[in-house]
């Protein structure tokens, strides 16, 4: 039996502890917690804690001492609330049985009877050097967490002060005394889950699966593995429990990507949220279970688990929270084994139209009569990850109608479209681009969607099937929307077949939307934005304009969301000219601003002073086509 707890005896500011009155065992305390007994334990919190008894059950199970500033239970009431901690894990029916407020004020009651001192973590500053080294897997599996060093002893707090022997277990384990003290379930798990991250939610999670359906993670498919011992690692229920969490909380975290990569000893996750990445925390432990994390992972994608060699692709289809979701996976082997990267598409949180997307008025105007000319080829520019496609889908939603048809060539279909022929591009058996807009157009289509223009053929055919009366939507990389022509000049397209065919180039970034919760109004300085922005503007609007801070509400980020800044450059006879004569991309975009465009950083400066967004976003967004 442990005998070596000392009695707290240096006191520093870590703690609000208070040295010791001398233990003194309440009257039920029971045989088997001599390692509590043994011990002088420290003091009880000073100020004496409220609590409402109902009169008939005070005299019976509480005697109240005075000298102590709180109240201890008889041996019956402690051996009624050891059951009812065992059995529910908390203290709410004991509460209830002695006509108490709250379990909190239960569990007051209890660890004042052990001589337990009960904590509240806001008074507390954490050490986190005693974390370092302290076995996540006792954390977890015992719902502990070691709060400080208070002089030779190392503070650990429970939520079951009936368990001590975790405690113990947890000084064996450190080599060092430890002394336990007791903390409201709630803030326990807060603290565990914010310094252990993702895998410390196992617990609430799972518990929170059988009691919410909400919250279940369910595989829209069924899942089969081929028996090996890979694939019994992986159904372990840890992995299983662990996999789903990582899913459940890049769903909760509107993340669009997770990505696992796998590094020399260990994994590192990181979740692109709002199109920034972002490292999550996870505990020390997960780096053991990196193959079987893989191979789950591989086998809810009904990918080859023995295959450790190639690049290999597939979906997984799951329901979290009731919300159905689509992952699509990547495994790329890596040279210390095999990273995943996962798209997630969250069906739920589709909509496509151009005035949901936050398309300013303006540009919604223009935009709408582009797309619904008879003819012509129309061009969203932009980088990977600007939303191109998602304002594509916006425009066939907005002009989708029983008297148009609408086929799209992709790669890859990201979603299903409703009522419209979507064609999945095959390389493998020679269905590009270029092949498939042939053959689409003997289905007589009116209106073309292909997914990329990124060679000669392919531009060579969306212009003659436009020239030939279709309307071809379509995506290009390019900077700004002027640039459209110059790349596909290089493509080798003629001049005048682009400027026979193009009828406009919306040219468009995201950016992040401030979190409304903790944005700051500021004054920036003059000499210190960049010199396109709109000061004057800005000082006669007289609204304050916004900086990232960061919040609960946006995970300490500072900005929720996203939203489109714009610029649409629309043909007209002087830019066909221009395109005709082969006229730089700075040519054409001074003779379009001229006639009106506004252009990307005009339209995310709008962002800024109408508090939507920062400066600073603005800049990371566009910095490629400016100055
Ligand atoms: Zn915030």
């Known amino acids: 039996m442990p005998t070596h707890l000392p009695q707290p005896t240096t006191h520093t500011n870590q703690t609000h502890w208070t040295p010791g009155i001398p233990f003194k065992a309440g009257p039920g305390l029971p045989a088997g917690h001599g390692a509590t007994a043994a011990v002088p334990a420290p003091a009880l919190a000073p100020s004496p804690p409220e609590v409402i008894f109902k009169p008939n059950l005070l005299s019976k199970l509480i005697n109240m001492e005075p000298t102590a500033g709180t109240f201890t239970l008889d041996a019956a009431a402690l051996q009624q609330a050891r059951a009812i901690q065992n059995r529910d894990g908390r203290l709410d029916r004991f509460a209830i049985e002695l006509g108490l407020n709250s379990a909190e004020e239960a569990l007051r009651a209890v660890s004042a009877t052990l001589g337990l001192q009960v904590v509240d973590p806001t008074s507390i500053t954490l050490d986190l050097n005693c974390l370092e080294g302290f076995p996540a897997k006792i954390i977890h599996r015992h719902t502990i ?56 939610e196992t617990v609430e999670g799972l518990i929170a699966l059988q009691t919410d359906q909400n919250g279940e993670v369910e595989m829209l498919e069924e899942v089969t593995d081929d028996g090996s011992e890979a694939a019994e690692a992986a159904k372990q229920a840890s992995v299983v429990r662990l996999v789903n969490e990582i899913l459940t909380e890049a769903v909760d975290a509107r993340a669009s990507d997770v990505h696992i990569e796998t590094h020399e000893g260990g994994i590192k996750l990181r979740y692109r949220i709002d199109g920034v990445l972002q490292k999550q925390p996870t505990p020390p432990e997960i780096d053991r279970f990196r193959n079987a994390i893989v191979s789950r992972l591989k086998i809810l994608a009904k990918l080859n688990i023995a295959e450790k060699r190639v690049p290999q692709d597939g979906r997984i289809k799951l329901r979290v929270s009731g919300r159905e979701v689509d992952v699509r996976v990547s495994v790329i082997p890596m040279l210390f084994g095999e990273s995943i990267v996962m798209r997630i598409l969250d069906k739920n949180k589709l909509e496509f139209s151009l005035r949901g997307i936050g398309m300013p008025e303006d ?23 600007s939303g191109k496609t998602t304002t594509l ?28 022929n979507q064609i999945q591009v095959n390389h493998k058996v020679g269905l590009t681009f270029a092949a498939s807009l042939r053959s689409i157009l003997r289905h007589d289509p009116d209106v073309i969607l292909v997914g990329e223009i990124r060679d000669l053929e392919t531009a060579e055919n969306a212009t003659q099937a436009s020239l030939t009366g279709h309307m071809v939507f379509s995506t290009l990389h390019t900077n700004d929307a002027a640039g459209a022509f110059m790349r596909l000049g290089d493509m080798g397209v003629e001049p005048f077949l682009v400027s026979s065919t193009l009828e406009g180039v919306l040219a468009q970034r995201l ?61 007209n006879d002087e830019i066909r000219r221009l395109a005709n004569e082969r006229a730089t991309t700075l040519e054409i975009q001074k003779a379009a601003t001229r006639l009106g465009m506004k252009t990307l950083r005009q339209s995310g400066w709008e962002r800024v002073l109408g508090g939507s967004t920062t400066i600073e976003e603005v800049i990371r967004v566009t910095k490629t086509d400016h100055g």
């Open 145 to 200: 967490f070691p709060l400080c060093v208070e002089g030779e002893s190392v503070l650990v707090a429970t939520a079951n002060p009936f368990d001590l022997q975790a405690i113990d277990a947890a000084g064996s384990a450190l080599g060092k005394p430890v002394t336990p003290v007791v903390m409201f379930p709630d803030e326990l798990a807060k603290l565990i889950k914010t310094h252990l991250g993702l895998g410390a």
């Open 363 to 385: 540009i919604y105007r223009e935009f709408r009569q582009l797309i619904s000319l008879p003819h012509g080829i129309v061009l969203v520019t932009g980088p990977t990850g």
């Open 393 to 420: 889908y916006s425009a066939l939603a907005e002009i989708k109608s029983e008297d148009t048809k609408i086929i799209t060539t992709e790669d890859p279909i990201e979603y299903h479209l409703d009522g419209i």
């Open 511 to 571: 950016v992040r939307v401030l979190c409304k919760e903790c944005r700051e109004p500021y004054v920036p300085v003059h000499d210190e934005i960049p010199e396109d922005f709109p000061w004057e503007q800005y000082q006669a609007g007289g609204q304050p304009i916004y900086r990232a801070a960061g919040c609960r509400a946006c995970r300490n980020v500072g900005y929720r969301g996203r939203v489109g800044i714009y610029e649409l450059l629309r043909v």
